[in-house]
């Protein structure tokens, strides 16, 4: 089941939240974070970085839940200057190590580009490791890729640069 959060569910859901990066990250996820990474670190980000971004409306964010946990979360980034409203960025699909290739990155991918599509959004853009697993299920949902910047990112596991494929679609 995917819903929305709000910034006054992230406090109760701060935990399910946090392990979910944090397994995420741990598993080798290129998705801001280097290890060591701790819980705390997790809950911050979530606090601190999506929380405020939820209260002013910048930003939406979606779980995958299964059995009443949390598995999955994806964002969409809608905070553009007043000539950019039209485009939003995905930000952050998460799919916990043990809920992969159940098609949970699929429906979050299908349901923020509903939310996209309400917000008046037009435009979707995207980032991802190049290489990774998620590269082919973007391409596959109609993403274009723009290009690939090398040596854009550091491995979370190493100092290791990692190149980053950039996706749009319109929708």
Known sequence: MIEPLNAGSIASEIEALSALLHACVHDGASISFVLPFSLEEARRFWLEKVGPGLQAGSRMLLVARKDDAIVGSVQLDMGTP????????????????????QGIARSL???????????????ITLDTRSGDSAE???QSMGYNLMGVIPRYARDPHSSQLDACSFFYKEL
């Open 109 to 123: 991918m299908l349901a923020i580009e509903d939310v996209a599509r309400a917000e008046g959004r037009t435009l």
């Open 82 to 101: 007043p000539n950019q409203h039209h485009r939003a960025e995905v930000a952050k699909l998460l799919v916990h190590p043990r809920a992969r290739r």
């Open 136 to 138: 082919p299920l973007y």
